[in-house]
């Protein structure tokens, strides 16, 4: 099973462009979260989704955007890079709310100058 | 508000010591707890979690951890650390709606 699959790996960005983080989990999981970790942050919440069409923000949303169309499927937007979203993400998916385990794929390294 | 901290930023201990890693949490229900391991450059593995049940819960790896209620604690213990625990380790509470809120995390360093 591919579990959670994010890509690209990495990503170099300049100022202003935009660009697409891809998320996909063949698990049928109806729970999906996007996290950025900095150093000395932890894990910080973006987004997530209970289900396709249900979207909500998380503690750092600001210049993120996101949508479910399908159950599989969660991207992460990024409309206009700043060098304040150079960080790594993480895409997680479970199978409900909270009496489950995250299951992480193995993250999307963006460098944006 | 929910949240995690882990108060120990670095912890440095010799190979064969044993180990403990603090995480103390604030939630307002029945807490579902984790604790993860990084690796360098990799992504997050679990290591164990508490659901209910046996306050003591068993990981991989060799790992445990105990659930305090009254002590709002979920401390990461191993007995003999190995050269390959070098890692950060992140705890975390399951918050509604499918998310998880991680403590800042603790950078484990092992000499030999």
């Known amino acids: 099973n591919a579990g959670v699959t994010q890509t690209p790996k990495f990503q170099v960005l300049k100022t202003g462009q935009s660009m697409t983080l891809q998320c996909a989990q063949d698990m049928n999981h109806e729970y999906m979260s996007w996290y950025r970790q900095d150093p000395g942050m932890g894990l910080r919440l973006i987004h997530y989704?209970?289900?396709?069409?249900?979207?909500d923000q998380g503690e750092v949303p600001n210049g993120y955007n996101v949508s479910r169309s399908t159950t599989e499927d969660f991207p992460l937007r990024l409309l206009s890079a700043a060098p304040s979203q150079t960080s790594v993400y993480f895409c997680?998916?479970?199978?409900?709310?909270?009496?489950?385990?995250?299951?992480f794929g193995q993250g999307t390294r963006l460098t944006v100058v | 508000a929910q949240s995690v901290t882990q108060p120990d930023i670095h912890i440095t201990v010799s190979e064969g010591a044993s180990l403990e890693l603090r995480c103390n949490y604030s939630?307002?229900?029945?807490?579902?707890l984790f604790w993860y391991v990084q690796s360098p450059g990799q992504g997050l593995q679990l290591l164990l979690k508490y659901f209910s049940g046996d306050t003591l819960v068993q990981g991989i790896k060799g790992f445990e951890a105990e659930f305090k209620r009254s002590q709002s604690s979920f401390n990461l213990r191993k007995p003999s650390v190995h050269w390959s625990d070098a890692a950060e380790y992140f705890c975390?509470?399951?918050?509604?709606?499918?998310?998880?809120?991680f403590g800042k995390g603790t950078k484990l360093s092992v000499k030999p």
């Open positions: 975390a509470v399951g918050g509604s709606q499918g998310n998880l809120i």
């Open positions: 997680a998916s479970l199978a409900s709310g909270e009496i489950d385990e995250a299951f």
């Open positions: 939630y307002g229900a029945t807490p579902y």
């Open positions: 989704s209970v289900g396709a069409g249900i979207t």
